[in-house]
């Protein structure tokens, strides 16, 4: 079982930065298949960017050249946001699982709890 917990949200002004991490319970951070979402209030979870076990990155096209996701040798996820506009306002949440990489799609095994983004325009 591996528990995810993000931190690093806050209220921004547009243009501004933030960068979001994802402390990851259990086995190292390598073993699993992860990605970051995020949800708006009445809209559906979407992928931003996720990273596959051996390195493989995909992002969102609404963030590309914006967002970057990466992870250190242990245990926690990171996503730098840059250039943060309006509607990246939303609970962004970390997902991981152990056995298949559904990339920008929300079927991970495990989730947190997420953690709040404010852009203010």
């Known amino acids: 079982q591996v528990q995810l917990m993000e931190s690093g949200g806050g209220s921004v002004q547009a243009g501004g930065s933030l960068r979001l991490s994802c402390a990851v319970s259990?086995?190292?951070?390598?073993?699993?298949?992860m990605g970051w979402f995020r949800q708006a209030p009445g809209e559906q979870r979407e992928g931003v960017a996720s990273?596959?076990?051996?390195?493989?990155i995909t992002y969102a096209d609404s963030v590309k050249g914006r967002f970057t996701i990466s992870r250190d040798s242990a245990r926690t996820l990171y996503l730098q946001m840059s250039g943060l506009k309006a509607e990246d306002s939303a609970m962004y949440y970390c997902?991981?699982?152990?056995?298949?990489?559904?990339?920008?799609?929300?079927?991970?095994?495990?989730w947190g709890q997420g953690t709040q983004v404010t852009v203010s325009s």
């Open positions: 997902a991981a699982d152990p056995m298949k990489w559904p990339g920008l799609q929300p079927a991970y095994a495990y």
């Open positions: 990273i596959a076990r051996v390195g493989t």
């Open positions: 259990g086995n190292s951070i390598s073993r699993y298949y």
